[in-house]
């Protein structure tokens, strides 16, 4: 990248190296007053200990759907900074991101080691003002909740300056606002991290038990390894559950030469709209499964025949082209794949056909009662549906769909969601061919770890 | 049956023996100095954690109270803590779980049994009650898990080899092993809560609730992860079932002729079989599974074709047979559906070798896939068929064709298992036989 040609970039990585500066500043800093106030021998061996265990958590990341990983990486970090004080906590982040990182580009692993002596620096700041205190973490202390406040923000504190860190990277290396980047990639999981922190707190406190030390903290360890396992295989039965479905289900379109591929191609649309219009990583995966299995409701023999009938469908035949969404939800409901989920995919397969000014069907709902998602896959559906099978003049096919759709917003169409495919389509980010994979590729972390890796999957 | 009067048996004689062993460790009780706080802190967290209850594939269930159980042997002795175990296992299964009385009652009899000679062992390899110290004590407190674990499965493990038959030996070994590594981190959580016990509980000042609290937080934080983890994968392995059904049946629905619930049954079928066969439950679960999809390559078969083999009598037209492979082929890209996928091609392969695609002979027919044909032949015969035959005409027709269409000792077990469901009545079951032979 020349200097002058690419303005912007160089002030991408003016800040990427800024942040890696100024926390090896604040490093320094920071062990150089610990060395004032004496350390004691035992110190090094200790930190030794609490770096391997970080080390070993980094490396053995649970893998989720869609690429993204996570560790319990922060519970040890929490930890190491109630055992040890921010300045060798800090040191042992740096130290552990050497060896977790070594294979990144040099900038990108300045700016993780700048940015975690931060966080440790910042909540350390806060934790100790608010009346923390490190090393003599009685035991009596904790039980009788003085503690609390100052332990819980202090785990805000470096849940927010790290996920800020590195949000202000991604916006500006993908030119997004800086809040859009936190609410896609951080915002849902502020709560899974943040209930990591009494994990740590555990942990130091097992730890600073006269007489137990570290034998505790391996037994401590031990059920978290066999739950690690244990999650990774449920991630891993989810993976298979959704290449399952995904073969399925193209199995059971792939005969018919007219909805061969529709549901990939509406799961892909839908997708790139969601993405367009800054979705998280779970409503994201809603809108997958919602996409894939949204005219499952399809499935019976007389289909075909009552749609390619010429004229218009009797009552009978209209009532059953009607309760497609309703089958296909009754359907979908009995495929859900996470118990946090329960329904919400099957809803918004009811919702496909519903319209915005409530003239759809099933249940003619319309506005505010239409989620999201559904009106998403509306749109998606009625542009597949439009440009389909018509290879040839694709672009005139395309661009009087979008016209088509656009005459349609407010009245069928969410105008945000048709505005969002029109801006797809000006930006040439709209792909068209169906694709021979199975599904999605996953994605590569955008920045390194803890808490980036989670967010990895998160459309940013 | 009689496997169930000896189950019942079993159960009573666990539950009396239990009884029995709580009310002579009164005699001994005297010797034993505890405060009601140490005992309420016991029971309530055993009571807790004897909620979290995850299933063992090869039958039964196992508790994360487990880890109480084996701290209170450290730290209490057995006695008190066979109590414990029993008032825990009375309060969450009788009173918040609503079990039955029999199931209550055997649950709390084995644990105050296995507990009562854990901590004998524990006693005799020189474990000191209250003053665990992991250096010399190292062989008793391992000692005391290790019979704790063993004895807790092999008591279930024989109560599901009474309801289920089969040989004990390879219950026993196909659920070893599965509780072992969810014992084993329960174990390492019952250690550090005996460890805790000993420093905090005195720290923070014995009978407090800040103390109690504490050593909650230590038990069931890490206990309530691994038991979500554990329950998570489980709950995902039901759903995916629930899915394959779900897309078998859409499947049916989609193919013309084809008969409505006929996947299911067969997966049922099959799946039962694969059990008496004692498989491990990974490849019964395949089969199951190979059971729902058997036909769903039939959805590249054009429908005219399928409408017209249902007409012609007995032979079937090239293209219809291309369905197995065709169904083969939807399901090689998943990879965890392999060893079904395969089952799936081979459904149609005659044990005399003259079946399609390949046409392999005996024992090269995937045994997955020669159960399958069997299932497959028996569901159609009874319910597609017209006019639909009785399970007794069926049979007869399937040991017919016994050695020459299918694995003749697959066909006696299914004689036997038709049997021993009352579905087929043993006098013409004879009678079938004979006339077969």
Known sequence: MERGTSPPVTLERAYLLTVGVVGWVVLVWLLGERMRAGVEVSLAWEAGFFLGLAVLVGLQPVRLPRGATTTVGFAVDFACLLIFGPAVAAGIGVASF????????????????????????????????????????????????????????????????????????????????VAGVWAVSFRWMAPRFLALAPFGLLMAMVYQTPGLGIVAVGLFLVPLVGARYAFQGAMEMLEVHRETVWALSNALEAYDPYTRNHSELVTRYALAIG??????????????????????????????????????????????????????????????????????????????????????????????????????????????????????????EVEEALAELGRCAGTQFDPQVVGALQALWERGELELEPSLEQHATAQEPVLAPRPAAEAAGGGS | MRNRSWLRLYVGLTTAAGVGALLWTLRRWGAVELGGWELALFIGLAGVLDVMVVPVAAGGAMAASFAVFFAGILSLGATATAWVAALAVVWSEGMVRRRPLRRVGFNAGHSVLSLLTAGWVYGALGGRIGEVEL???????????????????????????????????????????PVLAW??????????????????????????????????????????????????????????????????????????????????????????????????????????????????GKVGVPSALLQRSRERFGGEPETLRLHAQIGESILAPIRFLQ???????????????????????????????????????????????????????????????????????????????????????????????????
Request: aromatic content about 8%; hydrophobic content about 45%.
């Open chain 1, 98 to 177: 050497l060896v977790l990182l070594r294979r990144s580009p040099w900038l990108r692993q300045v700016f993780n080691q700048g940015q975690v002596v931060l966080a440790f620096a910042g909540a350390g700041w806060v934790y100790q003002r608010l009346g923390g205190q490190y090393v003599e973490l009685s035991a009596r202390r904790v039980a009788f909740g003085e503690l609390g406040p100052a332990l819980l923000v202090g785990g805000v504190a470096f849940f927010t300056i790290s996920s800020l860190l590195i949000s202000v990277a991604i916006a500006q290396f993908e030119r997004r606002s």
């Open chain 2, 183 to 296: 014992d084993g981190a329960l174990a390492s959580v019952g250690l550090l809560l005996a460890l805790l016990y000993q420093s905090w509980w005195q720290l923070v000042g014995p009978a407090s609730w800040q103390g109690a609290a504490l050593l909650a937080a230590a038990v069931f934080i890490p206990c309530g992860l691994l038991y979500y983890a554990y329950r998570l994968q489980g709950s995902l392995r039901e759903v995916y079932a629930q899915s394959l059904r779900t897309l078998g049946a859409l499947l049916e629905a989609k193919v013309e002729g084809s008969q409505p619930g006929h996947g299911e049954q067969v997966a049922r079928l099959a799946a039962r079989l694969a059990e008496q066969l004692e498989l491990p439950p990974e490849q019964v679960e395949q089969i199951r599974y190979a059971g729902y999809l058997h036909d769903i």
């Open chain 2, 135 to 177: 250096g010399s004590q190292l062989p008793a407190v391992v000692g005391a898990a290790g019979t704790l674990w063993a004895l807790e499965t092999a008591w279930v493990a024989v109560a599901v080899r009474l309801e289920r038959g089969g040989r004990l030996g390879r219950r026993l070994r196909s659920s070893l092993g």
């Open chain 1, 275 to 396: 993405r367009q219009l800054g979705l998280p990583a779970p409503r994201l995966e809603l809108l997958e499964w919602a996409g894939r299995l949204h005219d499952i409701g399809k499935c019976r023999q007389d289909w075909e025949s009552i749609i390619r009938k010429p004229g218009r469908p009797n009552a009978r035949e209209w009532e059953i082209i009607r309760q497609h969404p309703v089958e296909g939800s009754r359907l979908a409901e009995k495929m859900e794949f996470l118990p946090h989920t329960a329904g919400e995919v099957a809803r918004i397969v009811r919702a496909h056909h519903e319209r915005l000014d409530g003239s759809g069907y099933p249940d003619g709902q319309g506005g505010e009662q239409l989620s999201l998602e559904a009106r998403v896959l509306g749109v998606a559906d009625a542009f597949e549906a439009m440009t389909a099978r018509r290879a040839y003049q694709r672009r005139r």
């Open chain 2, 339 to 437: 060893p079904a996928a395969q089952m799936v091609k081979a459904h149609h392969e005659r044990w005399d070798g003259l079946g399609y695609p390949q046409g392999l002979r005996q024992r090269d027919i995937p045994l997955g896939a020669r159960v399958l044909a069997l299932a497959n032949a028996y569901v159609g015969m009874t319910h597609s068929a017209h006019p639909p035959l009785s399970p007794h005409q069926a049979l007869h027709r399937l040991l017919q064709a016994a050695g020459s269409r299918f694995d003749p000792k697959l066909t006696e077990l299914l004689g036997r298992c038709l049997v021993e469901s009352g579905e087929v009545s043993p006098e013409t079951a004879g009678q079938v036989e004979f006339a077969a032979r």
